[in-house]
């Protein structure tokens, strides 16, 4: 017996020991049919025990198992040490999309990347009888949490969801505080996150990430540009990016809106708690009764938004989408607002449009200021055809100011008498007053998205597009990624943005880096290179006739006694010798400039 125990001990540390033995190395998400999941781990090492959980956000909130692999005792380490879990790609003609009407039929989007001859190469199965190149891939676009778990005793059982359709999954997070309630495993192999955004905190409307470890962390994948923002006094903003609508009753009919979501408030603005967005006229405000019981409207549909006048950070979403209705039976219907402007002057109205096949063809302003009698305002706008072509606006002027209750009606006229089929999208809808515009960065997720785990063991941003270089690699060792700091003479020119954190000009980089910590932490992009154009070749970094003013307030004098003692054995603008640290050489320097500087 004692034998018999014995062999079993050694036979679980024997299994532990190849557990820690196995890691993530490399995941690639966001791009069609390239995606794969890269382990490591002694070759022949079998995966079977080990379960793949993607957490990130659905139904019950952030948290939620989105796809769920369990290995098989056969899937094995390559000889090479790696095995790439993959996307199966859609190479294996023919194909049906699953809707019905013909299109994209025979679509193919093969895997875009050659997995290592040496590695195990695991595609991921497909969903039976459907064929969209979308039911295989990843979900993008959020932050993600993997883990690579043995023993894994959850109740989510359900192993053949498609990876982007996991909504239902088990919520392992029930309060969505970043703290894992339910951990339904033995052991945590190896975790990493593909984050999002910047911060040690998700931004508005993301999910948690459940890794603490911050060297496990990948990203932010962030794309930040500069641009021209509506800023003043919002009124209200109504970007319709709901959850929890009906499903569409079929393919491409688009969610539906529940009898009891309008009068709908903004989403956000001064008036978030008292202004409210009605429906009226023609057929929209029609009410239909699904089989379950649902009160809906019949004549609208939530269909894809767009980011086109939406608040900064903000995602396409949906959008109000008003169907044609009975051959014309829609024309007329209206979208009205109702807020005051009591206290206030100079009104817009903006909001991005879209008309489809035989939506209207024009929507019409009017307002009221009584709550009856309406008037015409302007001539009718022209809807365009696709989003982001043009911001619509009605610029009331001064006509509404300090009116104490004013409601507003965007009017559709203009739909097909004889088709039903096409609709007019209404998305981001704002109430502006003293309206003003300003420059800010504007950060948006960058797909697809690629981490790796370099050679010198931490996680790092891979290269964004699948060019056949070292850092795609699905089944072979990892690149060894440079890291800089300010000054490393292959940092990158501070006047071009590169892909690394940092550039080679010390100064320039450490004066830019302090206003924006995202050009040392993340990388040196546009932003980053346009704010380095006062201090390239010179500038601000020429050499200051003070260089114990640390604070530039043109006195050398308590404040910049405290700068120096913060970084004490540090280097940087404090080390005002240039050894190499802050020492009392410094100190000394320090104080032989005490007082007002020359000039």
Not at 349 to 364: D, I, Y
């Amino acid at each position: 017996m004692r034998l018999i125990a014995t062999m079993g001990t050694a036979a679980l540390l024997m299994t532990a020991t190849s557990m820690a033995q196995v890691s993530i190395t490399e995941v690639r998400t966001g791009s069609f049919n390239t995606e794969y999941i890269e382990f490591k781990g002694a070759p022949g090492t079998s995966l079977g025990g080990m379960t793949l959980l993607v957490i990130g956000d659905g139904t019950g909130g952030s948290g939620v198992v989105e796809w769920r692999y369990p290995f098989a005792a056969t899937d094995v380490i390559g000889p090479n040490g790696y095995l790439v879990l993959r996307n199966p790609g859609d190479d294996v003609p023919p194909f049906v999309d699953g809707n019905g009407d013909g299109a994209n039929d025979n679509l193919q989007r093969p895997f875009g990347l050659v997995v290592d001859s040496g590695a195990t190469d695991l595609p991921w199965p497909r969903v039976a009888g459907n064929w969209n190149a979308d039911v295989t891939q990843l979900e993008g676009g959020d932050n993600q949490t993997y883990l690579l778990v043995s023993g894994y005793n959850g109740t989510d059982t359900f192993v053949t969801r498609a990876p982007n359709s996991g909504s239902n999954g088990q919520d392992l997070d029930t309060n969505d505080d970043g703290v894992l309630d339910v951990t339904p495993w033995a052991s945590i192999v190896d975790s990493m996150v593909m984050k999002q955004s910047n911060g040690s905190t998700p931004g508005s409307g993301n999910e948690w990430w459940y890794e603490t470890n911050a060297a496990r962390w990948c990203g932010p994948f962030e794309s930040r540009s500069v641009q021209t923002v509506t800023t003043g006094g919002i009124v209200g903003v109504w970007t319709f990016n709901l959850t929890g609508l009906l499903p569409a009753l079929s393919s491409g009919d688009g969610d539906r809106f529940q009898a009891n979501r309008f009068p709908m408030a903004p989403e956000s603005g001064d008036q978030a708690a008292t202004a409210l967005l009605s429906l009226g006229g023609g057929t929209v405000a029609d009410l239909a009764t699904d089989t379950g019981g649902n009160s809906y409207f019949n004549w609208l549909r939530s269909f894809t938004g767009t980011t086109t006048n939406a608040p900064a950070g903000a995602l396409a979403g949906g959008a109000l989408s008003i169907r044609n209705g009975t051959a014309g039976g829609n024309n007329g219907s209206y979208v009205e607002l109702s807020f005051t402007m009591a206290g206030l002057q100079g009104m817009k109205v903006t909001w991005a449009a879209q008309r489809t096949s035989s939506g209207f063809n024009s929507v019409q302003a009017s307002y009221s200021l009584d709550g009856t009698t309406f008037t015409d305002f302007g001539t009718a706008i022209t809807y365009p055809t696709s989003f982001g072509t043009a911001v619509q606006t009605v610029d009331f002027g001064n006509l509404l100011d300090n009116a104490a209750s004013v409601k507003v009606r965007l009017t559709g006229s203009g739909g097909s008498t004889t088709s039903t089929s096409g609709n007019n999208r209404l998305d981001n809808i704002t109430l502006l007053s003293n309206q003003t515009t300003a420059q800010v960065v504007v950060s948006t997720y960058a797909s697809p998205v690629h981490g790796l785990k370099s050679a010198q063991g931490g996680w790092v941003i891979g290269n964004l597009t699948p060019a056949a270089d070292s850092f795609d690699t699905p089944g072979k060792d990892n690149a060894v990624i440079p890291t800089f700091a300010c000054g490393d003479a292959g940092a990158g020119d501070c006047a071009v943005a590169h892909g690394n954190g940092g550039c080679s000009d010390q100064c320039c980089c450490e004066s830019v880096c302090a206003t924006d910590p995202f050009c040392c932490d993340v990388r040196w992009d546009a932003i980053c290179a346009t704010a380095a154009a006062g201090c390239v070749g010179g500038g601000d970094c020429g050499g200051s006739e003070c260089p114990a003013d640390l604070n530039g307030d043109a006195s050398v004098d308590g404040q910049d006694l405290g700068v120096l003692l913060g970084n004490w054995g540090a280097g940087g603008a404090t080390d005002l010798n240039g050894d190499g640290s802050v020492d009392g050489q410094d100190l000394g320097i320090m104080l032989g400039a005490w007082g007002p500087c020359a000039g």
